[in-house]
């Protein structure tokens, strides 16, 4: 469309600065802000977590707001005495945590000196971990009491019993047996500074990279890096289930490609036509996957559009009017992230983890401008083949499916 | 755009992006929820439809002061929502309105909470005058054509552009013994306690921000934690004269939020120099960074206090809410039911409202 912008509208000048343990530090300068935010990013999700045992990348993201000492405030504490905000999340992919401060005289370097020492002496006892795992029930809870959160949950103790990598879902249900023995073994592959990015931004001083460097020299320690992960994705299943939840709800998903793969933009469109499906990476491997809702008949709709549409697909790829409208959403959200500090950080902090490359917002707008209809159709024949869908359905106990789910059988 | 229909935009740009907003004072759409509701739908639908998909974000809804329509996306594409808009006022007579939408904050987008119920609870223990407008606005059959009929007056005369001064905030009500009102709410699984001080600031409170900030390191979920409650979800509210903390727990963790909502209340906060200096910071930030944005350049923003009160004593709370199942109900506090507290009609939405929060789907509790 003649309204879109050019990719170099998207640039943000940034500037790279890797310590000796090989974390990578990004500066991102905006002297008209008035807040300074850092923002982590740890190239471990939920899908890092061992197999059986979900709820570790969470865990840690929690625990990484405690004590600093035996004894001393918390992270929170000393951040609120600067007038600093945080947050914290995980997903499928990564964690991050962030935090916001007011950008006064000396804010930069009280928020430098918080984060490099953020890693050097954290508590990690058996009070602190039985706390978080307190905390985290009570979170499920919440979710339960969400709006479809019975089916969310229903679905995803079926997800984790599958064998598939991709089951390995934020939302499962964390495991309670977590010791805090085990936690401090697997620090230092969850906080590995080679698997971590920092994104300073904001009205930075100008020796802000000197300072980077004093500061971080020896803030956390590198560790080898881990062997890469199986990722072979198991032969696909079929199944549905009646179940104790108010609506049905299906999950489809695929084997998706690795981060960085040149498809992923054009799958990143085709996946969020199809049903506000996302492509949720790995270094390694990857998948595709979406959810629809419905009851009966209407998941059996789901399912033979599902197939009509990757047919449709794989010959011709996406029409010029769903790619314009995909490309004016996706350019408008990187355009959202000049004016919002924090959003901009994240996506720079994904970016390094993508990439490597610090262009992430130009290189990302580049790629969706030039995305075209083949693109799309290729991507589609290479990853959207219909026998490699995994089909899992929950239905309401009382629903009468006739006719049948095609393609599914009922799991006993 | 209709011949005739003067429509009083205001725009802001900032780089790619633009912002253009619709204004307009409260008691000058009287039904307005549902008209701001129903216009934004059918805007936003009009929108998609007619440009293909550009990515705009066309939103709306009413305060307890004035309604806004909103449209913000990609700046060359802004005017095609504004055309979308337009498309829509126009033809608002004819269109039928749609259930009540809770106007309140998102309560993080989870339907089971009774967010009217407690708001109109809320503003009635306080003495804030919108808790008759929250009456009114159940009363949606009542409202509709006159509504319609005076919204399309307005719009004639100019949607915004003829403001009506809003009245003063009342003076807070303090009192020795804060009123204690439980609401009932049959075969809810959770309980949500909203606690409410006197705040003369207008959308700022130090206070709050002082004991709500962090998350669940504030000292609401602290003190929460502390008495044996794992819950941590405390948000802030407010309204004229007053502002409020609403503990969102599961059962159990009834009597911890209550006793902590007493404690945090009761520490004079210039024992807390580091949150209180932390919040008045963080006030003065978030103020500067509202007025750069698009939002701030076509609001008026509140007044920041020049500096942080020094204490706030327990006598300041004006007053405890809580909506729930009767059965968990405290002995000594004033029972309602959730039908008597939005009005005298059948209670809106209330299958749905049972249904999500797991209960029975009761007929009535009158």
Redesign the interface.
């Known amino acids: ?5 050019p990719p170099a ?2 640039e943000v000048v940034t500037e790279l600065v890797v310590t000796e343990a090989g974390l990578r530090v990004v500066l991102a300068p905006d002297p ?4 300074i935010v850092a923002e982590w990013v740890f190239d471990v999700g939920a899908a890092d977590d061992p197999l059986g045992r979900p709820g570790l990348a969470h865990l840690a993201e929690h625990l990484s ?1 405690g004590e600093i000492a035996p004894g001393a405030p ?1 992270y ?2 000393r ?9 914290g999340w995980t997903d499928r992919e990564r964690s991050g945590l962030g935090a916001t ?4 005289d000396g804010a930069f370097r009280a928020l430098l000196d918080l984060e490099s020492k953020r890693w050097r002496s954290l508590v990690i006892d058996d009070s602190a971990v039985a ?1 978080q795992l ?2 985290l ?2 979170e499920a ?2 979710t339960l ?3 479809h959160g019975a089916d969310r949950i229903a679905l995803d103790t079926m997800l984790w019993s599958s064998t598939e990598p991709w089951s390995r879902h934020p939302q499962a249900p964390v495991d309670a047996s977590w010791t805090a023995a085990e936690v401090r073994d697997a620090w230092p592959r969850l906080r590995d500074p080679a698997r971590s990015v920092l994104v300073l931004a904001g009205p930075l001083p100008e020796l802000a990279r000197d300072e980077v460097v004093a500061s971080f020299g020896s803030g956390m320690t590198r560790v080898a890096e881990r062997p890469p992960r199986d990722c072979e994705p198991a032969a696909p299943q079929r199944a549905w289930q009646r179940g104790d939840v ?1 609506e049905g709800a299906i999950y489809a998903a695929w084997p998706g490609p690795p981060r960085a793969h040149p498809d992923r933009v054009a799958l990143e469109a085709v996946a969020r036509w199809i049903g506000g499906g996302r492509v949720a990476s790995g270094r390694d491997c990857g998948s595709i996957i979406i959810e629809r809702r419905g009851d009966g008949w209407r998941l059996g709709e789901h399912v033979s559009a599902l197939r009509r549409t990757l047919s449709a697909l794989s010959l011709g790829g996406l029409g010029e ?1 769903e790619l ?3 490309r ?6 990187l ?2 992230a ?2 919002d500090l924090r959003l901009r950080a994240r996506l720079l902090a994904g970016c390094m983890h993508a990439t490597g490359g610090t262009t992430c917002l130009e290189d990302e707008a580049g790629a969706w401008l030039a995305l075209d209809r083949a693109d799309t159709r290729k991507a589609s024949a290479r990853w959207l083949e219909w026998p490699a869908v995994t089909l899992l359905a929950v239905v309401p106990s009382r629903t009468l499916l006739a006719p049948p789910i095609p393609g599914l059988r009922l799991r006993r | 755009m209709t011949p005739g229909l003067l429509l009083a935009w205001s725009i802001a740009t900032d780089g790619l992006l633009a912002r253009a907003e619709l204004r307009a004072d409260v008691r000058a759409i009287e039904a307005h929820p549902l008209l701001v509701d129903h216009l934004v739908t059918s805007a936003a639908s009009h929108a998609a439809g007619q440009s293909g998909g550009t990515g705009l974000h066309v939103a709306g809804g009413c305060g307890r002061r004035d309604c806004v329509v909103v449209v913000e996306g990609l700046a060359a594409a802004v005017p095609l929502g504004q055309a979308a808009v337009e498309q829509a006022l126009t033809s608002m007579p004819q269109l039928g309105c749609r259930e009540r939408r809770g106007m309140r904050r998102a309560w993080r987008g989870r339907p089971f909470t009774p967010g009217l119920v407690l708001e109109a609870a809320l503003a009635r223990a306080v003495g804030d005058p919108s808790a008759a407008q929250v009456d009114r606005a159940s009363e949606r059959l009542d409202l509709r054509a006159p509504a319609i009929a005076l919204a399309s007056r307005r719009l004639r005369e100019g949607f915004g552009s003829d403001p009506v001064a809003p009245a003063p905030p009342p003076p807070p009500r303090a009192s020795p013994t804060p009123a204690r009102t439980w609401v009932d709410w049959p075969g809810a699984t959770r309980v949500q306690v909203a606690v409410a001080w006197a705040s003369s600031g207008a959308g700022e409170d130090l206070v709050r921000d002082a004991t709500l900030a962090g998350d669940f390191e504030s000292l609401f979920v602290q003190a929460l934690r502390e008495d044996g409650g794992l819950t941590y979800d405390v948000e802030p509210d407010q309204g004229e004269g007053w502002a409020a903390a609403v503990f969102d727990v599961a059962a159990g963790d009834l009597s911890a939020a209550l006793t902590s909502s007493a404690l945090v209340l009761s520490v004079p906060l210039d024992q807390l120099p580091g949150r209180l200096a932390g919040a008045h910071l963080r006030l003065l930030a978030r103020h500067a960074a509202a007025r750069d944005s698009l939002a701030g350049q076509l609001a008026p923003l509140p007044e920041v206090p020049p500096s942080p009160p020094t204490a706030l004593a327990r006598a300041s709370v004006l007053a405890w809410v809580a909506v729930g199942d009767p059965e968990m109900a405290p002995g000594a506090w004033t029972r309602v039911s959730r039908c008597e507290t939005v009005g005298d009609r059948a209670c809106p939405g209330l299958r749905m409202w049972a249904r999500a929060v797991g209960a029975r789907v009761v007929a009535s509790v009158k």
């Open positions: 469309m003649e309204f879109l912008p509208a998207f008209a802000r008035n807040e707001f918390d929170d504490a951040l609120g005495e600067l007038g600093g905000e945080s947050h401060v007011p950008a006064r706390r307190r905390v029930a009570a809870g919440e009491d969400a709006a108010g009017p314009a409208a995909l004016a959403v996706q350019l408008t959200d355009a959202r000049r004016a």
